[in-house]
């Protein structure tokens, strides 16, 4: 995670900051503290991305990748809404999540990261070592 979030960025303080006080984080401020939301919602987006544990469809590019990341986002932001007990103040849901997306646009702009979130959990081409004993063709099956 390092390699694309330093443990001091905005995003990893933020979500160090929820996580730490996940029961009265919003209790600061009379509103929702976008920039926490949306800085948490970017590291989270990349935790659960490098995890891949939820991921079936395969990004096959980077406008992909970032679709990706943007959607896992947004269920961090919707997730905190919820749990919230302060209210957003009036546009407060479009900057949210306009500050996660150019936090994830960021990252993946900076050096290699969207090739390398790419190949992190890019399908396997060519035969795995699994495929190695099996035949190619398939076998008849022999009846008396």
């Known amino acids: 995670m390092d390699k694309f979030l330093a443990p001091h960025s905005p995003e990893a303080t933020a979500h160090t900051h929820i996580?730490?006080?996940?029961?009265n984080w919003d209790s600061d401020h009379p509103s929702i503290n976008e920039t926490l939301v949306a800085g948490c919602a970017s590291y989270r987006a990349f935790d659960r991305y490098l995890g891949g544990a939820d991921l079936f469809l395969h990004p096959r590019n980077r406008a992909e990748l970032e679709s990706v990341l943007k959607r896992y986002s947004y269920d961090v932001i919707h997730n905190a809404i919820a749990k919230s007990r302060s209210a957003l103040q009036p546009g407060g849901y479009s900057r949210v999540c306009h500050l996660a997306e150019k936090s994830i646009r960021d990252v993946l702009n900076t050096a290699d990261n969207a090739s390398y979130l790419?190949?992190?959990?890019?399908?396997?081409?060519?035969p795995?070592?699994?495929?190695?004993?099996?035949?190619?063709?398939?076998r008849s099956i022999k009846t008396k």
């Open 118 to 126: 790419l190949a992190l959990h890019a399908p396997n081409i060519g």
């Open 128 to 138: 795995s070592h699994h495929d190695v004993d099996r035949p190619t063709s398939p």
């Open 19 to 23: 996580t730490e006080n996940w029961f």
